[in-house]
């Protein structure tokens, strides 16, 4: 899956968030940008994604050592179709 890009289609399963969410926690706000996977982990089924958009601009917290990443369940993604 690694450098594989996606575009965020939903987070934590849903398309929007609960209504106590608080707006560092919304990263509903990132559907629909796109990113790249750059690691993966197996054990919980998240990939790390490399947003293309900072997201600092959102006002989320993201405090991953590389900057606009954030750690996505691979479920919440759509794959792009690869052009080899």
């Known amino acids: 899956m690694k450098n594989r890009i996606v575009t965020l289609k939903t987070f934590l399963g849903t398309r929007k968030p609960k209504k106590d ?25 998240r990939v790390l994604v490399l947003f293309e958009r900072n ?13 606009n990443s954030l750690w996505i369940k691979a479920t919440d993604l759509e794959f792009e179709m690869n052009k080899d």
């Not at 997201?55 to 900057?67: A, P, R, T």
């Open 21 to 45: 969410t608080l707006e560092r926690e919304n990263y509903w706000k990132l559907i629909g940008e796109r990113g790249k996977i750059i690691d993966g982990n197996e054990t919980n089924d």
């Open 55 to 67: 997201l600092d601009d959102y006002q989320v917290e993201n405090h991953n050592l590389i900057k």
